[in-house]
């Protein structure tokens, strides 16, 4: 490709609403363009990385022997109708009536409409197993849209659906998937790790994110750096404390606090350490009739350790909780407490509450919490003496760096990443709600057992570039670059010779496969050199007057401070190498 052929368009400053490095530099290098809050148009710069990412997973699904197809963006409501998630999907999903008045939705992810094809066309065990993939768009109406492409509204995914005869095979076909992930996300050449994921309602292990290291990420990674222990925050076990509690050596004791409502503040007042106060985290669950009134609510009382955070997803797994909760309000705080919040505790209840303590919380001895009182903490507290020993102890909290790992092999570490893909074991959700069937070997009908893989195709470009950038633009691994290597020839209109070097170069480029594009627009070296800086193509050779003569030219790798000379007769041999490595 020649740079006077193409579309070429970079801005020297991004747009006010560019909040992200990603976002900034995808609109200065000009590969994409706004339309409308979280939709843009992918230019041609930006579409050529889109192909390079879709061809690559499209290989390495094949590989996996996935069946590509690809479903409509717009289904109709019934089949949504089916699962439930036509009312349950909120208002993310963009729901349309046609002129007839029929509902339809635009889709945010195709469960339904493959379950469908699957009821109809895999009758028998025979046909199984089988896995359907597309690479198509997808939209979710995301309440604030924002960040570029990390978190807009119109996008492509690649989503995949396993079938199988049951949980042995649908498993097998899950590690086959997520193998295939690992090939892909190694070839896109970044910077990633494949983590334990939670798997929500639907329960199992089996459920994996793939997310791209960077210091922006929105999601905590935890991982050991001793072994290939990682998962995500919600998931991350936090180990019960080793060894006995200690014994009680203060007596209970009334604490004056004024003004100071929060575990850090008391921690300061006292001047004692913030690991040995404890948070008092109220919730509240509801029993509701036929007709969606509320005929029963019961108050929770949680216990952390006061530099502990709660974590919803470990919370939400505990007996009695895992239906469903809320925080209480400050009625029903009031009612059981005797007191507003800021100043509770476990002490002194005006009404009973169902008492549920972290497992570091169950083996502190000494420790400070709430009074029930304004103004007051009580000091001294201990199992066994203040208070019966906790009969509900579980996970409740964030792991922090520095907790120890689960699988023993050392101390956890934390590090941001962004989530650009998922594995997800899902069972017969979706074949039970959908009578989605096949016939057994035993002639009788079984429901399909499924799973779910999806690849962010239009997000992985900006997790790209939020993992290696620097103060001069985009710095892409070759795989997806939108060009591999750029030819700059210095000033050719005045050198017949540099151009005449740079078109036979750029022949013999094109002729070895090599995804190359020559700049013959004619830009000043420093104007042609930003450009290509901030556009972020791996590789540059330059052309000059004075090299050639020589005998020379210069190649640059994008991440090199400086040019290195090499032999004009040279420079295909030392570029291959170059990416070869």
């Known amino acids: 490709m020649k740079a006077s052929q193409f579309f070429i368009s970079t801005l020297k400053e991004a747009p006010a609403d ?39 997973v499209r290989e390495e699904m094949n590989r996996a022997g996935a069946v590509e197809l690809t479903m409509p963006v717009v289904q109709p409501a019934e089949l949504w109708q089916e699962t439930g998630r036509f009312d349950k999907m909120g208002p993310e999903m963009m729901r349309i009536r046609d002129r007839h008045g029929r509902d339809f939705v635009i889709q945010p992810t195709s469960e339904e409409v493959v379950t469908d094809i699957a009821r109809q066309e895999l009758r028998s065990y025979k046909q199984l197993p089988k896995n359907f993939y597309q690479i198509q768009t997808k939209f979710r109406d995301e309440r604030r849209p924002r960040f570029g492409l990390m ?9 995949a659906y396993s079938f199988d005869r049951d949980q042995a095979s649908a498993k097998a076909s899950y590690q086959v998937m997520a193998g295939a ?16 994921a939670d798997s929500g309602a639907i329960g199992g292990d089996l459920s994996e994110e793939f997310q791209v290291i960077a210091a922006t990420g929105e999601d905590a990674i935890v991982y050991c750096p001793h072994s290939d222990y990682a ?35 008391v921690a300061a007042l006292l001047g004692v350490p913030l690991a040995t106060t404890v948070k008092s985290l109220v919730l509240a669950t509801d029993e509701t009739n036929e007709a969606g009134e509320i005929t029963k ?52 209840l005006c009404q009973p509450v169902n008492l549920v303590v972290d497992r570091d919380v169950a083996v502190m001895a000494d420790w400070i919490c709430g009074a029930n009182e304004p103004d007051f903490h009580t000091t001294g507290v201990n ?30 570490a934390i590090e941001r990443g962004i989530e650009v893909g998922h594995v997800f074991y899902l069972g017969t959700k979706y074949s039970q709600a959908m009578n989605a069937t096949f016939l057994a ?61 740079a078109d036979a170069l750029y022949a013999q480029l094109l002729a070895e496969g090599i995804d190359v ?17 901030l556009i972020g193509v791996p590789h540059r050779i330059t052309i000059g007057d004075r090299g050639l003569k020589e005998g020379q030219v210069e190649y640059q790798h994008r991440r090199d401070s400086a040019a290195t000379k090499v032999a004009t007769a040279d420079i295909l041999a030392h570029l291959k190498g170059r990416l070869a490595a």
Request: contains cysteine; glycine residues 10%.
């Open 181 to 196: 992930y690992r090939r892909i996300f190694d070839r896109f050449g970044l910077t990633y790790r494949a983590v334990a």
């Open 151 to 159: 978190r807009g509204r119109e996008f492509t995914m690649k989503d």
């Open 441 to 501: 070997e035993d002639g009788k009908p079984a429901f399909f057992e499924m799973g779910c893989y999806g690849i962010g195709i239009t997000r992985l470009p900006a997790a790209a570039i939020e993992q290696s950038h620097d103060e001069r633009g985009i710095i892409w691994p070759d795989a997806i670059a939108p060009f591999t290597v750029v030819l700059c020839p210095i000033t050719p209109d005045r050198f017949p010779a540099v151009k005449e070097a």
């Open 231 to 265: 998962a995500n925050i919600e998931k991350a076990e936090a180990l019960a404390p080793t060894g006995p509690r200690p014994a009680a050596t203060q007596a209970l004791a009334k604490v004056s606090t004024p003004g100071q409502s929060t575990c850090p503040d």
């Open 297 to 348: 609510s019961q108050v929770w009382l949680l216990l952390l350790r006061g530099d502990h955070d709660m974590n919803e997803i470990k919370v939400a797994k505990v007996p009695g909780l895992d239906k469903g909760f809320r925080f209480a309000t400050v009625a029903e705080v009031e009612q059981h407490f005797g007191c507003k919040p800021g100043y509770l505790g476990p002490l002194n």
């Open 517 to 533: 594009i020559l700049d013959d627009r004619g830009e000043r070296p420093g104007a042609m050199f930003a450009d290509w800086e």
């Open 18 to 56: 560019a909040e992200v490095v990603s976002h900034q530099l995808m609109t200065r290098a000009g590969l994409i363009k706004k339309l409308g809050a979280g939709i843009y148009s992918y230019m041609p710069m930006g579409l050529r990385v889109v192909r390079k990412v879709e061809a690559i």
């Open 383 to 412: 199992w066994g003496r203040d208070l019966p020993e906790p009969t509900v102890v579980a996970d409740l909290r964030n792991v922090v760096a520095g907790d120890l790992s689960p699988d023993g092999q050392g101390e956890l």
